[in-house]
């Protein structure tokens, strides 16, 4: 009996922290023309996890749907952008949440990748939530000043483990997407 209970309870703590990531709305910087558009296109449908993507040309804006089931690597999709010869202005993820457990200025690890929330006092995320990544290269420079002014946390300013992660047990070349709500 105490086997059973044991096992329900870390299922339902496995549970908690489940997401599947449907898709990202992307924007990109330094485009002058349609044709630079189409390459931005071009390279983020080569990329593994990416189903489709739709542009809206005029706001420099892609909306990107992911393969369902499949391992998303945010950054392969930035790494697609800047291959192609652009940067990213903005990165915002779209997930389905079952009760994902927040807190702000703290790491969890959701769908096998950490993630530190930079703002979302004690809330659970349930159903679709859109959050963006505030991780240097992920936004425009003006951007990444504003949020990593706005904490005292110094991993944001890598974009990787540092000591506040370490203090969570996060190992020092785990990759942490930093984030808000």
Do not use: P, W
């Amino acid at each position: 009996m105490k086997k059973i209970i044991v096992l329900l309870i870390v299922s339902m703590i496995s549970v908690a922290s489940m997401a599947q990531f449907t898709g990202a709305s992307l924007q990109a910087s330094g485009l002058t023309c349609s044709m630079c558009s189409k390459a931005v296109k071009s390279a983020l449908e080569k990329v593994s996890f990416v189903q489709d993507v739709k542009v809206n040309i005029k706001n420099q804006e892609y909306a990107i749907a992911f393969k369902e089931g499949s391992e998303i690597e945010f950054d392969e999709l930035k790494n697609a952008v800047e291959d192609a010869g652009f940067s990213v202005a903005s990165l915002k993820v779209k997930g389905d949440f079952s009760d994902v457990k927040i807190e702000k200025d703290k790491h969890i690890r959701i769908g096998g990748k950490y993630f530190h929330f930079l703002n979302g006092m004690n809330q659970s995320l349930v159903g679709a939530k859109t959050l963006t990544i505030v991780d240097k290269n992920f936004l425009s420079a003006k951007e990444f000043k504003k949020y990593s002014s706005a904490t005292k946390m110094e991993c944001i300013q890598t974009g990787k483990s540092a000591s506040c992660c370490a203090k969570e047990g996060i190992g020092a070349d785990a990759r942490v997407y930093h984030v808000t709500i």
